[in-house]
């Protein structure tokens, strides 16, 4: 069986060094501050605000929320954003994917740009991961690095694949591996013969929002499994992820739960980001 990589427990550890690194920019008079827009129409947007909301809470970081509606212009989102990159109060700026259809988000990213983009999913910030260049790091594929470090698993010489290629989650995931000397390949809905390929990972990380795609027998024997997904399955009491969790985890090495894996580092990656932020500018 395998040994599970726990992001819960590990997010709480963060938590606590992030509450300290807050409680010291207060006495220096720094209140760092997060602010995020969110689609007003998707409740699981909405739902992952809230949560990253209150978890700012409780590191002592103050967060405001805008829910864009249908009567938002893409002149209104722009002014917002604008507004917030120039007010000094803010340190972190997040736009949660995806806004309404009617508004051009790519626009917004490149206006938002990379000083205040603790998400990490700009194309400045994007532009900077490629180019090995200090910026802040997308939350998920920087928390999950996180969790590997914390376990002490190396990257080295490893054949990584990374199911997905989506700008938030496996381009990035993808780049920081290969910066950690991994040998990656990036699979994708066009992909041949995916089982076979992940056959020959020494770490699958699953990036798709399938539910349970990625079977116990495509696992090699002692790899480690990565799963990124979050998926709601009507009928199943349970959200689950992107991996079959009790096929693979009868041949993986490691493996992340879901939920308790991925989910919880990337709101911790998320909230240091914002730290960091603040810091820089004290
Ligand atoms: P996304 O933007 O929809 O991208 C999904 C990727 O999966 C695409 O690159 C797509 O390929 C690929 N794909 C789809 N079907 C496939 C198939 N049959 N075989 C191989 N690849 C396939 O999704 P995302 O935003 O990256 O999110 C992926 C999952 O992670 C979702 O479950 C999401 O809820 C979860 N997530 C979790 C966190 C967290 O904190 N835990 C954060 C973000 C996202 P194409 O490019 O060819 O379409």
């Not at 300290?20 to 209140?31: I, S």
């Not at 997060?34 to 409740?43: F, G, R």
């Not at 590191?59 to 722009?78: K, N, P, T």
Request: glycine share 8%.
């Amino acid at each position: 069986m395998s040994e599970i990589l726990d992001g819960l427990a590990l997010s709480k550890i963060l938590r606590a060094e992030i509450f300290e690194r807050v409680q010291k920019l207060k006495e220096r008079g720094v209140q760092p501050r997060l602010d995020i827009l969110v689609s007003a129409s998707d409740p699981a947007s909405l739902a992952y605000v809230r949560m990253k909301k209150s978890w700012a809470a409780k590191a002592g970081i103050e967060s405001h929320s805008y829910d864009v509606d249908e009567s938002w212009s893409q002149a209104q989102l722009l002014t917002k954003i604008a507004e917030l990159k120039g007010n000094p109060e803010v340190h972190g700026i997040m736009v949660q994917h995806p806004l309404p259809k009617h508004l051009d988000e790519a626009s917004a990213l490149v206006l938002l740009g990379s000083d205040k983009d603790v998400d990490g999913m700009t194309p400045q910030s994007l532009g900077l991961l490629a180019s090995d260049l200090p910026g802040f790091r997308c939350a998920t594929p920087a928390g999950i690095m996180r969790l590997l470090d914390y376990y002490q698993i190396g990257l080295e010489g490893k054949k990584v694949l990374v199911i997905g290629r989506s700008i938030i989650l496996g381009k990035p995931a993808a780049l920081l591996m290969l910066q950690r000397n991994a040998t990656v390949t990036i699979a994708h809905s066009r992909t041949q013969n995916l089982a076979d390929e992940c056959r020959q990972a020494d770490l699958v990380l699953a990036a798709v929002g399938r539910p349970e795609m990625v079977k116990g027998d495509w696992i090699k024997p002692g790899a480690v499994v990565i799963d990124a997904g979050y998926n709601t399955v009507e009928g199943r009491e349970k959200d689950v992820g992107d991996v079959d969790f009790a096929g693979a985890s009868e041949v993986a090495s490691w493996i992340t739960p879901v939920p308790g894996g991925v989910g919880p580092m990337t709101v911790a990656t998320l909230l240091a980001n914002v730290v960091g932020a603040a810091e820089l500018k004290s």
